[in-house]
Every structure is written in C-alpha cells, then in structure tokens.
C-alpha cells in the first residue's frame, strides 16, 4: 500500500515536470513569432513603436496565462492535490 | 485494491498534467502566430490599430477558451471526479 | 474485480484529458491561422473590418466547436458513460 | 471473464478520447486555413465577401464532417457498440 | 478462450477510432488547403466564383471519400466482422 | 491454440483500421495540394476552367487509387486472408 | 508450436497493412506535389496543357509504381510467403 | 527451437513490410518535388519540354533505384535470405 | 518500501532534467525567431536601433521566465518536494 | 542457445530492412530536391541543359552512394556478418 | 535496496544527458537563426555591423542562458542531488 | 552466458544497421539541398558553372564524411570491435 | 548487486551517446543556417566579407559552446562521476 | 554477473551506433543549408566565389566538428570506457 501511494507522488512529479516543459516549449516558440513580428516591424516602421509594443505586451501576456495555467497545475500537483493529505499519511507513521 | 484506487488518482494527474501541457503547446502557437500578425500590421499602418487590437483581442480570447477547456477538465480530474470520493474512502479509514 | 473497474475509470480519465488536450492543440494552432490573417487583413484595409470580423467569427466558432466535441466525449467519459455506474457499483458497498 | 469485460470498455474509451482528439486536431488546422484565406481575401476585397463566405461556409462544413465521423464512431464505441450490452451484462449481475 | 475473444473486441475498437481519427486529421488539413485556395482565389477574382467552387466541390468530394474509405473499414470493424458473430458467441450463453 | 486465434483476427483488424488511416492521411493531404492548385488556377484565369479540371481529375484519381490499394489490403485482411478460414474453424466448433 | 505459427501470420498482416498504408502516405503526398504544380501550371499557360499532362502521367506512373512495390510484397505476405504452406500445415490437421 | 524459427521468419516479414513502405514514402515525396518542378517548368516554357523530360526521367529512374534496393532487400529476406532454408528446416519434418 | 522511496526520487530526477530540457527547446527557437527579427530590422534601420532592442528585451525576458517557470519546478522537485522530508526518512536510519 | 542463435539473426534481419528503408527515405527525398531543382532550371534556360545535368548527375550519385552505404551494411548482415557462420553453426546439426 | 540506489543513480545520469542534449538541440538551432539574421544584415548594410552585434550578442547571451539552466539541473543531478549522500551511503560500507 | 553473448552481437547489428540508416537520411537531404542550389544556380548562370561544381563538390565530400564516419563506425561494431573476438570466443567451442 | 553497477554504467553509455548526439544534430542545424546566411550575404556584397565573417564566428562558436556543454556532461559521465569509482569498486575484486 | 557485463557492452555499442548516425543526421542537413547558399551565391555573382569559398569551409569545419565530438565519444564507448577493461575481464578467463 505504502509502495503504490509513493508510486503516485512519483507519478505527480513526473506529471508536474513534463507538463510546464510541453507547456513553455509551445508558449516559447509561440512568443518568438510575437516578437519577431513586432521587432521587424518597429524596425521598418519606428514611430509606431508604442502601440506595437502595447499589442506586443497584451499578446504576450495571453500567452504568458497559458503556461501559468500549466504552472498552476504542477504547482496544484505537487502542493495541493486534495488526496496528498491522506496518501501521505499512508507511510507518515 | 486501495493499490488500484491510488492508480486511479496516478493517471488523473498523468492526464490533467500532460493534457494542460499539450493544450498551451497549441494554444501559445496560435496565438503567436495571431500576436505576429496583428504587430506587423500596426507597424505598417498604425492607424488601423484600435481595429486590429480589438480584432486580435477577439481571436486571442477564442484561443485561450480551448485551453481553459483542457484546464477546467484538469481540474475536474483533480478535484470533482464523480467516483473519486467513493475512491478515495477505500484508503481513508 | 474491483481493481479492473478502477483501471476502466483511469481509462476514462487518461483519454478525457488526453483528448481534450490534443484538440485544444489542432484547433488552437487553427484558430491563430484565423486571427493572423484577420488582423493583417484589417491593418492593410482597416475598412474591411466589420466584414472581416464576421467572417473571422464564423470561422472561429467552427473551429471551436471541433475542440467541444471533443470536450463533450471528455465530459461523457468522466460523466456519463452508460456502463459507469454498474461499473461504479462493483466497489460502492 | 469480468476483468476482461472492463478491459473492453477501457479499449473503448480510449479509442473514443484519442479518436476524437486527433480528428480535431487536424480539421482544426485544416479550418484555419480556410479562415485564414477567406479573411485575407475579405480585406483585400471586401466587395467579395458574399461568395467568399459562402465557399468558406461549405468548405467547413465539409472539414466538419470529417470530425464528426470520428465523432459518431466514438459515440457508437460509449453508446451502441453492438456487443456492449452482452459484454455489460458479463457482471451486470 | 473467452477473455481472449473480449480482446478481439478490444482491438476491434482501438482501430475503428484510431483509424477514423487518423484519416480526419489528414483529410481535414488536405480539405483545408483547398478551401484556402477556393476562398482566396474567388476574393481575388469574384467572376470565377461557380467555376472555382464546383471544382472545389469536386476535389472535396474526392478526399470526402478517403475519410470514408476509414468509416466504412471502421464500421465493418464494428458491425461486420465476419468473425464477429461466431467470436461472440463464445461468451453468448 | 484459440486463444492465439483471435490474436492473428486482432492483428487483422489493428493492421486493417490503421492502415487504412495512415493512406487516407497521406492521400487527403496530396488531394489537398492538388485541389488547391486548381481552384488558384482557375480562380487567376477561369478560361483554363476545363483543361484544369481534367488533369485535376486524373491527378486525383491516381491519388484516390493509391488509398485504394491499402482499402483493398484491408478488406483482403478481413474478408479473404487465405489463411482466415482455417484459423477460424479452430473455434468454431 | 502451433500457437507460434498463427503469431508469423499475425506479423505477415501487420506487415502488410502498415506497409501499404505507410507507402500510400508518402506517394499521396508526392503525386499530390506533381498535380499541384500541372494544375498551377495549365491555368496559366492552357496551351502547354498536352505537353504537361503527358509529362504529369510519367511522373505519376513513376510515384505509383512505389506504391505498387509495397502493395506487391504486401500481397506476397499475405498470399505467397515460400514458408506460409509449410507452416500453415502446423495447425491444419 | 521451432517457436524460435517461427519468430525469425516474423521478424523477416516486419522487415520487409516496413522497409518497403519507409523507402516508398520518401521516395515518393522526393519523386514528387521532381515531378512538380518539372510540370510547373514545361507550363512556363513548353519548348523546353523534350530536355526537361529526360532530365525528369533520369532523376525518377535514380530515385527509384532507392527505392529498389529497400524492395531487392526485402525479397532476399523473404526468399533468399542464406539461413533460412536451414531455419525452415527446423519445422519441415 | 525504501526501493519505492528511491524510484519517487528517480521520478523527480527524471522530471526535472526532462521538463527543463523540453522548456529550453522551445524557448530557445522562440528566443532565435526574435532576435532574428531584431537583427534583420536593425540592419536595415539601424536608427530604429534603441527602440528595437527595448522591444526584443521585453519579449526575451516574457520567454526567459516560461523556461524560468519549468527551471523553478525542477529546483521544487529537486529540492523542495513537500513529501520528500518524509520520504527521505524512510531510508534514513 | 539455439533460441538466441535466432534471435541474432531476426535482429541482422530487422536492422538490415529498416536501415535501407531509412536510407531510402532521406537520400530519395534529397535527390527529389535536386532533380526539382535541374529541371526548374532548365526550363527557364534549355540551353543550360548540358552543364545542368552533369551537376546534377554528379550530386545523385554522391547521393546514391549514401544509399548504397545501407544497403551494403545490410548485405554485410544478411550474407557477411563474422559470426554468422559459427551461430549458424548452432542449430545446423 | 542498494539495487535501487545504483537506479537512482541511472536515473540521474539519463536525465542529465538527454536534458542537456535536448536544450543544447532547441537552443542550437534558436542561435543559428539569429546568427542568420545577423550576417545577412550586415551583408546587406555593413554599416550596421556594430549595432547588429551588439544585438546579437544579447540575443546569444539569452538563448545561452537557457541551454545553462539545463547545464546547471545536469550538474546538480550529478553532483548535488540532497539525497545523493545518503543514497550513495547505501552501498558504501 | 552464451545466450548474452549472442545478444551483444544482435545490438551491434541493430546499431551498425540503423546508426548507417539514419546518417544517410540527414545526409541525403543535406545534400539534396547543396544539389538543387547547384543546378538552379548553374541553370541562371550557366558561366559560372566551373566554380559552382568545384564549390559543390568540396560540400558534398564534407557531408559524405559525415556518412562514412557513422559507416566507421558500422563496420567497428561488425567487424572490430574489441571485446568481439572474446565475446565470440563463449560459443565457439 | 553487482549487476546493477552494470546497469548504472550502460545508463552512462547511453546518456553520453545519445546526450551528444542530439545536440549535435541541432547545434549543425543551427549553424548550417549561420553559414548559409553568411556565404549568401558574402556572395551578394563580397566587400563586407570581413564583418559578416567575424559575426558568423562569434555565433558559430556560441552554437559550439552549446554542444560542448553536452560533450562535457558525457565526458563527466564517461570518466568522472562521483559515484562511479565507488560503484565501479563494487565489481572490482 | 558476466551476462550483466554483456549488457554493458551492447549499452556501448547501441549508444555509439545512434549517436554518431544521429549527430550525422542534423550536421548533414545543416552542411547542406550551407553548400546550397554558397553555390548560389557564387552562381549569382562568381567573382565572389574565393571569399564565399573560404566562409564556407570555416563553417563546414564548425559543424563537421560537432559530428567528431560524437564520433569521438564513440570510439570512448567503443575502445576507451575506463571501466571496460575492469568489466571485460569479468568473461575473459
């Protein structure tokens, strides 16, 4: 019994771990495009340098919430599961 | 069987984990991509940009709906499964 | 007995949150193909901007609504699958 | 013969989830790029925003199709596959 | 014998949803491309629009088909096995 | 020796489902390309309307046959492997 | 021995499914290349329409034959494998 | 040790089957770049037609040559593999 | 029980050195697609020079902190584990 | 013993299929690319004919040998391993 | 028990390797596309050489920064793991 | 032991096998990419096809290194490596 | 005991091997973009050969110092892994 | 004990056999981006061809030594591992 409720920790770090990685992978390549997009264009055009940067900063921050959402998970995972009180006390005495 | 209970909860948080993960992937390369365009067009015409934002704002929300779906169903797995509380009692006493 | 019905709910959850995540994935990527195009179509003819936004708006909710059924399988596997209460039943007393 | 019994309906919500998912995935992407053209095309000339949407309209409804077939096939794998009701009845009693 | 005959039934399913989900994603990023084609083309040329959208309907057909070349294998999967019966039998009585 | 039986009808059927998939996911998206080539053709100069549609509907078919080939070893998988009928009757008594 | 000889007949299906599905994804994709660019380019020089559509022919002929090689041992697995009889007439009595 | 032999000639087949089907997709793709350029360039310049097929059937030719060898390796390992008489041996008597 | 202690910890090794290197992947590509953007625009407007690199900063510290989000679950992993305190104990004494 | 002696030669077997297929698919698609390339080429200016086929002869053979590299590593496994003549030994008794 | 505690050494080693590998893969190809973007500028506007570095060199610096991080979660796998002690005092004595 | 002896020999099968395939798959397109800027350049500027050849040539000798060192490496693994004369030594007897 | 201190240098063998080998694979990549950026920029402006040569060092040897991280944690692996000498004395009389 | 010993050797021979066919792979393709921008290069302006040439080579040589350090920690794993010689003698008398 003890063996299988580590095996669920185990299985909430590695669910933790992979999870913000996949999620940073997709919202890190996905936040290049914005500012790419956004340096080139300042570049080619600097006077509309300040709205660009406001878009860039709100798309920016939208993907920024989806890899916290990821982060919240694995945060969720690791501190907060509603069943962790209980299983850890399977091997706590 | 309290072994196959803690499995149960080791594949919830396999599934809200990894899930929320593979979501953000998607979802923060779309917007990206959405992010890119709306950048480079207000850089070419900044006039056009009250427009272009609140076009943008639009699709970024969609977007971001898809991957709320995958969190809310994340958190349904971690917190509101319907047999997890029956579950749950064959560790609990 | 009991520990097979724990391993077919695990099966749920698996392919609920699996699932959903991997629609949410195609159907965001999707969804930014949209809004890039929108928000550079707009910039480059700013009138065209109410057109383009209903268009862009039936766009986005078809594509939203492959992610829902994806999302309504989800919620039947978790909810409403017809064997999950017999099968429930198998370790309720 | 019951353990195997829940093996069955495990298959099938497995294949259910993915099947679903990865369909979504693809007329996800595949959806975007219609939007993506028609919307473009709008900008550019708005005057042809009519028949545009209405090629759109049945494209998508087309690509639609596609998932819903991945969608029927998983409601009949939850609902009507014609050996459910036997294997259910395996330890129905 | 009889646990062996569930996973034939088991295997049966995974293909069925599998394959079907598969076929969609292709299918539905091939159709994509097409209505992107369609819908930029008759935005660019308006007068080409019946000739445009009956070869679009064509060629959408054409892949249609493909899907349903994987329904049709699917649905024979499910419903028509010719094996099907005489494996059910074997858990009938 | 049944039990094996059924294992060779699941291979069938796994080899059968996937197969075709895997065919229908090339074949849409070479259809695609091929549809999209037309309909931006036709769409830049309506006259070649005819012409077009003819080598459209050539290029298509070989495509389609190619699907064809793997629809056909499907359906040789499970209606006629020459082996089939032997390999059931170690059941069907 | 017996049991043996029924998983080299579940390998030969599983072979030939996939390798005919695999084969027809990648000519798919390759002949839909060549229809695009003949498409692409009758509609914009119709008069060259013969011309490339005996060169499209060859180079499809070409592409299919690859598929027709996997189809051809696919079939050989199925049908004409040199040590199919001998170990068939392990479980034929 | 008759198990055994059975599984090499398993393996064999695995190998042939997907060795083909791995070599026919990337040669057909690759067939297919060749195929494309060389329609697309008769269109633009018809005159060029005679010079551009040779060429075309010298680069096909090569690249079906790959695709030859992965099917002469596959037939030696059904029918001329130099250990397998001796292998079928094992089960011939 | 203390193998069981050790595979947690090999978990959490497993997850943190993956998770950061997964993280690093993406954003790294997305860094490179901005500062690609940066240079290309500074060298043809090297006047736009102090606006561009303000705007490349902001966008590669958002996408420092996605892999930041992955590096500060790896250190929780490695070090911070609420479970591990107790779980190290089991094979402490 | 014998069972391994096997089981050597299923895995020269496998290595010897997969890897010409492997090296087929990569050095097919790189010679489409090349031969793509000749016959745009020579389109646009015939009477580069001459010198653009000898390069472009000279770039499939350095490409082909990459072919024939696998293929004669997989000939060496089929006909010519070291080992193999004293494993056949094993079971040639 | 000391088996367990040369798998958690593995465990490390796997992490550390692949982890580094993996970064240094996302974080190579990020570098060479602003690397890209910097000597085409400076070939196209020499006189930008010295912003465009400057640029660049920031750019390189964050990207580095990244591969590090998983340079630094190798080395503590490696070095200092805070159960490394204990766990490698298992087998010791 | 024999039995171990014979899988060292089935893994540097595998490797020499897939390590030659999977070299020349990157090679081969590599080197499609050097031959299709060769002939496409030569095709423009048919003068400057002597210092194209001489330029391509030193480019496709580097990556053919690249494949003949994994080839080195193949032909090590079958035919010299250190420990084989050893390892073949347990069964020759 | 002594078997898992084998086990414990395999996971070094392939970490080291594979960890280098993959982030070779990017880091070429990425510098295979750096060069043909650069020569394409010296083959358009030879005169500023000597800044754009000067630039593609520095970010060549970034790239390096990437794959040298990885090479470093194999060689640390390889030869000096603080564990391994006492592991290595678990098998040494 | 020396079937473990056996395993450590085919763990060598697995990880140099991928490592340097994987490192291959990318370099490849990366020598490639670089011959194919070089060769047109010099076919668009061949006096620039000395100096391209030269940037050329420098950048092969960069990307040619990442594909040695994979080479070289080969031939470690093959003939130089410090613990082999250790592990050998395990078998050796």
Avoid: D, W
């Avoid at 299988?4 to 299985?11: I, N, P």
């Avoid at 900063?57 to 990821?70: F, H, K, R, T, V």
């Amino acid at each position: 019994m003890e063996a299988q409720a580590l095996q669920f920790f185990s299985a909430c770090v590695i669910a933790a771990g992979f999870g913000v990685g996949i999620a940073a992978l997709g919202c890190g390549i996905g936040q290049g495009f914005g500012v790419r997009g956004a340096v080139e264009g300042i570049a080619r055009n600097p006077e509309s340098s300040g709205k660009v940067t406001v878009t860039l900063l709100i798309g920016l921050a939208m993907i920024e919430s989806l890899c916290i959402y990821a982060l919240v998970v694995a945060l969720i995972l690791i501190y907060a599961h509603p069943q962790a009180a209980a299983i850890a006390g399977l091997f706590a005495h």
